[in-house]
Nanobody, 124 residues
Framework: QVQLVESGGGLVQAGDSLRLSCAASGRTFRFYAMGWFRQAPGKEREFVARISAGGAYTYYADPVKGRFTISRDNAKNTVYLQMNSLKPEDTAVYYC?????????????????WGQGTQVTVSS
């Protein structure tokens, strides 16, 4: 069982940066790949980024590639999402999620555990 709690969201202007954190409970965090997803009002949840259990491999959705960086600190049971050059279209509730698959997946249904989300709002 893994419990996830996101933090770090807020209201920023276009071009600003934010770093989201996701703190996980449990000693098994290091065995899980971690993903970030987001959901904007009236839109479906979409994949943002993923990092492998050991942290060596990352994967990004095209809209955030080059602007967002996912990382993790297994000693602290925390995964991060560094978001730079934010745009109004990045406005959404951001969720972290965990799964125990080795293969890269961008499908939310294949993630086993979810946080409650943190709101990111980017004004123009």
């Amino acid at each position: 069982q893994v419990q996830l709690v996101e933090s770090g969201g807020g209201l920023v202007q276009a071009g600003d940066s934010l770093r989201l954190s996701c703190a996980a409970s449990g000693r098994t965090f290091r065995f899980y790949a971690m993903g970030w997803f987001r959901q904007a009002p009236g839109k479906e949840r979409e994949f943002v980024a993923r990092i492998s259990a050991g942290g060596a491999y990352t994967y990004y959705a095209d809209p955030v590639k080059g602007r967002f960086t996912i990382s993790r600190d297994n000693a602290k049971n925390t995964v991060y999402l560094q978001m730079n050059s934010l745009k109004p279209e990045d406005t959404a509730v951001y969720y972290c999620a965990a799964n125990d698959m080795v293969a890269v997946t961008t499908k939310g249904d294949e993630y086993d555990y979810w946080g409650q989300g943190t709101q990111v709002t980017v004004s123009s």
